[in-house]
């Protein structure tokens, strides 16, 4: 039995994550905004919560994050741009992964294979990127890919069988996309947790640092 953290459990794919993570026979570790008060952009509320947990965990996985922050929509162009969305954005879906990477070392066993995931998105792929728009919430998915990156690269200094990666889970039909899924074929949240538990299943030390999409492809920064 493996003992995994699971930050952002109470989302659609943390939700999803855990259900499928148990059913294996795992004991996940759940923390929450809405069960346990974590605020994943405040240093603080990651000390307390996070920095307490007793490990080790064999995964820590990362589901935090949000499309819409604040009624404030993804921008069409970059004439649509506010300083106070882009903040909000990278508060979240970039700076609040690095404070709970800021802990992972100490949650992580020195002796064994052991992962961090933090769920990125394809649109923080600057290679990938054919399409414009999206301003905000594409540089704080990229933002996140650079963080996971480095972290990757020091913490495979003190955990030499450590695995620290970016996941895209696809188009998930959660509360989180249900405004934005006209254009595009949307997976269950049963599915996606199914998919990346999957994808992270075949993965060794020597992919540490790099970013996956559901079905195991590498995306290009």
């Not at 996140?144 to 895209?168: D, F, G, P």
Request: glycine share 8%; hydrophobic share 45%; aromatic share 4%.
């Amino acid at each position: 039995m493996r003992r995994i953290l699971m930050i952002g459990a109470s989302g659609g794919i943390g939700a999803a994550m855990t259900n499928a993570l148990r059913a294996r026979g795992d004991e996940v570790v759940t923390l929450s905004r809405s069960a346990d008060g974590l605020d994943v952009t405040d240093e603080a509320s990651v000390a307390t919560l996070v920095g307490a947990q007793q490990g080790p965990f064999d995964l820590v996985f990362v589901a935090t994050g949000a499309l819409e922050i604040n009624k404030a929509a993804p921008e069409k162009s970059i004439k649509s741009v506010t300083s106070r969305a882009m903040m909000d954005q990278f508060a979240l879906n970039a700076v609040g992964p690095a404070l709970v990477l800021r802990h992972a070392a100490d949650l992580l066993p020195r002796d064994r294979v052991a992962m961090v995931a933090v769920l990125s998105a394809r649109v923080g792929s600057v290679g990938d990127n054919r399409m414009g728009g999206w301003i905000s919430y594409r540089s704080a998915k990229a933002a996140v890919n650079q963080i996971v990156h480095t972290a990757a690269i020091e913490l495979s200094r003190s955990h030499r069988h450590s695995i620290c990666i970016a996941l895209h889970p696809g188009t998930v039909a959660t509360p989180f996309t249900e405004k934005y899924l006209g254009r595009h074929p949307a997976v269950a949240a049963d599915e996606a947790a199914d998919n990346l538990i999957r994808v992270m299943e075949g993965l060794s030390p020597e992919d540490t640092g790099r970013f996956f999409d559901w079905a195991g492809k590498e995306v290009p920064w």
